[in-house]
């Protein structure tokens, strides 16, 4: 058995009975607070400081020259513990980009519905190309279920670009001008 | 003319009515309006701050501050109780549940009419109080009508047929009458000392005021002033006595089973308890339009006199209504035999007592003075 200690208490003294001396610290206290700044953050006006480690709404960023990172391999889709991600991979246009045209794949498609999404992160675990962040937004809406379906577009513009550590394709150029492709 | 010459003293007083009434529940919703504003600073908040009506709220400087400080929010709310669909509970006695929140308000109103809020010199050079109706029993007409409140509020949680309403309307009559004995109680020493016998005052509370000019009683009868607040708080139902209400534990108390105005009428007829509160104690200790202690009436005998104690007598009003918000946003509420035996052991008692001392005290006053 634990043992509890008993606090000695003072007795109340006379002045203290008649919990005026109380009350008015307690006047002295709320007109204190009164004094204060205020808390209250004006939401749609002002936003709260989100953390970099946040988790948000899931979206899918570009490298910093602007090329898709996603090479669709579907660990995400695999992973997704709710299954809010569909994905149909497909290829780069040869016209468009042929350095990276069937080398590397890219999605054609890529839903990530938001009704079904648990905010849990593992995506963005499993992703190899870091390739998809949960971000900062955090307030998502919609008047429809069709509406908080997240396509590719919409994934892209709301993921944006981020800043890349490893930036494959430069180095890979780098490395074919000296002589070293592989 | 002659025709309005004889019916003017008929209209006059009409007038008059219409536009205290007017000024009262003006301040009641801006009172309204101060308690969720009060209790947000003191909670950290901001309160209301985003109505806005067009024009006036589009001035460039001053609208952003009249909708930053919810000047125009009485006026929502008023119109969200006068919109909101009225919901008649099946399980009610629909003519009292009617009529229940009419006789909350009235007696809250009525008593308005023996408030003196000012004071002119007339052209005798003799100061009157400007008053609805000048009557030597003031002080006794808003004791009697004020408790009358409570009628409505019993009746509320009667007619409702459900059991928090009913608890709460029992509560309310139960406290009522514990605090009205020292209420009164508390009074009669005040009207002891300022009216003396061969005075014209009696028990009117423009007397009360005449006799405060040299030294507040606030600071003369301070048991008196600390029972009567006390007793105050209780009589209006506020925190921290607000069993009639106590949303922890009966919901929303009497008026659980109302809605839109009938509600809102419960909701005026309370600031109007607390208004009319203010103003009594204002008037019986804090020394009505009185300017300080000992600097009674630097006013003058223009109309710019009579303005200004009128403005320094709503000052200390609005002051009291401060302390009322303030009070209960600092209090938590007291369990419901608290409220018993803090009005039975301790007020009542502590009432007589100081009554008998100031029995001694004037008896002895009178024995060696004269």
């Not at chain 2, 006068?82 to 006789?103: D, R």
Request: hydrophobic content about 45%; glycine content about 8%; proline content about 6%.
């Amino acid at each position: 058995m634990a043992k509890t200690k008993v606090l000695e208490r003072k007795p109340l003294t006379p002045m203290e009975k008649t919990f005026l001396p109380q009350i008015v610290s307690g006047l002295k206290t709320t007109f204190g607070t009164m004094m204060q700044k205020d808390v209250t953050l004006q939401y749609p006006e002002e936003r709260p400081n989100i953390p970099d480690n946040y988790r948000g709404v899931p979206t899918l960023v570009k490298d910093p020259n602007g090329r898709e990172k996603c090479v669709s391999c579907q660990l995400c889709e695999f992973v997704c513990p709710p299954k809010a991600i569909r994905m149909t991979p497909g290829g780069i246009d040869a016209e468009a980009d042929p350095e990276r045209a069937h080398v590397e794949k890219a999605p054609k498609e890529f839903d990530i519905n938001m009704l079904r999404c648990i905010y849990c992160g593992l995506c963005q675990e499993v992703c190899p190309e870091e390739a998809i962040f949960l971000q900062d937004v955090f307030s998502l809406s919609g008047y429809s279920r069709e509406e908080m379906i997240n396509n590719k577009e919409k994934l892209y513009e709301l993921g944006g670009t981020l800043p890349d550590q490893h930036s494959k394709w430069d180095k890979k150029k780098a490395a074919e001008q000296s002589g070293n492709a592989h | 003319m002659e025709l309005l010459d004889a019916f003017l003293p008929y209209l006059l007083p009409i007038v008059y009515a219409v536009a205290m009434i007017s000024v009262f529940m003006g301040l009641c919703s801006y009172s309204v309006l101060a308690e969720r504003k009060v209790c947000s600073w003191i909670q950290g908040r901001v309160g209301p701050n985003r109505t806005r009506v067009p024009l006036l709220g589009h001035i460039p400087i001053l609208g952003n501050l009249l909708t930053g400080l919810g000047i125009f929010q009485p006026a929502a709310d008023g119109l969200k109780f006068l919109f909101k669909e009225e919901i008649v509970p099946g399980h009610v006695n629909k003519f009292y549940y009617m009529l229940a929140p009419v006789l909350a308000l009235a007696p809250a109103l009525t008593t308005m009419v023996v408030l003196p809020f000012g004071r002119y010199v007339d052209a005798d050079g003799i100061t009157q109080p400007l008053v609805l109706a000048n009557v030597d029993l003031g002080m006794l007409i808003i004791l009697g009508i004020s408790s009358l409140g409570v009628y409505g509020i019993v009746l509320a949680g009667w007619a409702s047929n459900s059991k928090y309403p009913f608890l709460g309307g029992i509560r309310a009559s139960a406290q009522m009458i514990s605090y009205e004995l020292a209420m009164g109680l508390a009074l009669l020493p005040v009207f002891m000392w300022a009216a003396t016998p061969g005075s014209d005052y009696g028990m009117s509370l423009f007397g009360a005021v005449q006799s405060q000019q040299t030294l507040w009683l606030f600071i003369w009868q301070p048991l008196s002033a600390l029972i009567f607040l006390v007793a105050l708080f209780a009589e209006t139902n506020r925190l921290p006595f607000d069993m009639a209400e106590s949303e922890t534990d009966l919901v929303g108390g009497f008026h659980t089973e109302y809605g839109c105005f009938k509600f809102g009428l419960f909701f005026v007829a309370e600031y109007a308890h607390v208004i009319m509160g203010s103003a009594l104690f204002v008037l019986l200790f804090l020394g009505g339009w009185n300017f300080l202690p000992g600097l009674a009436d630097p006013w003058g005998e223009s109309l710019i006199g009579t303005l200004l104690s009128i403005a320094w007598f709503t000052t200390k009003v609005f002051f009291m209504i401060f302390f009322f918000i303030w009070m209960r946003w600092t209090l938590p509420r007291f369990r419901y035999d608290q409220v018993m035996s803090l009005g039975w052991k301790i007020l009542l008692p502590l009432a007589v007592g100081n009554l008998v001392f100031n029995t001694i005290i004037i008896a002895l006053y009178d024995t060696f003075t004269r």
